[in-house]
Nanobody, 125 residues
Framework: VQLQASGGGWVQPGDSLRLSCVAS????????IAWFRQTPGKEREFVAGIQWNSRITYYAESVKGRFAVSRDSAKSTVNLQMNSLKVEDTAVYYC???????????????????WGQGTLVTVSS
């Protein structure tokens, strides 16, 4: 699976931004797609994910109620709608896919097999 993330940019606190992750190369059936983010000097942090077949979504506590992940099967795309952005949301955001994701490991970066390049989100006034 090849993943291409896009949609990053600079926004002010309170603004919204939508990231997209387009998949190619193989079907996403049976995959879980997740978003992670990373800032300099820190480990990659789980943000949100979706099971492609069931559409079950899961979120980090820090983004619940503000971020929403969804999929568009026609476009093989997973979107991350980010609302009420905060300065601390500033990071490089990555999308990832994995076929062996279970509940206990779905927030672990090491559980995912495929990664896209990052897209930078900067939240600043």
């Amino acid at each position: 699976v090849q993943l291409q993330a896009s949609g990053g940019g600079w926004v002010q606190p309170g603004d919204s931004l939508r990231l997209s992750c387009v998949a190619s190369g193989r079907s996403l059936n049976g995959q879980s797609i997740a978003w992670f983010r990373q800032t300099p000097g820190k480990e990659r942090e789980f943000v949100a994910g979706i099971q492609w077949n069931s559409r079950i979504t899961y979120y980090a506590e820090s983004v619940k109620g503000r971020f929403a992940v969804s999929r568009d099967s026609a476009k093989s795309t997973v979107n991350l709608q980010m609302n009420s952005l905060k300065v601390e949301d500033t990071a490089v955001y990555y999308c990832a896919a994995g076929s062996r994701i279970i509940v206990t490991t779905r927030t672990w970066a090491t559980a995912y097999d495929y990664w896209g390049q990052g897209t930078l989100v900067t939240v600043s006034s």
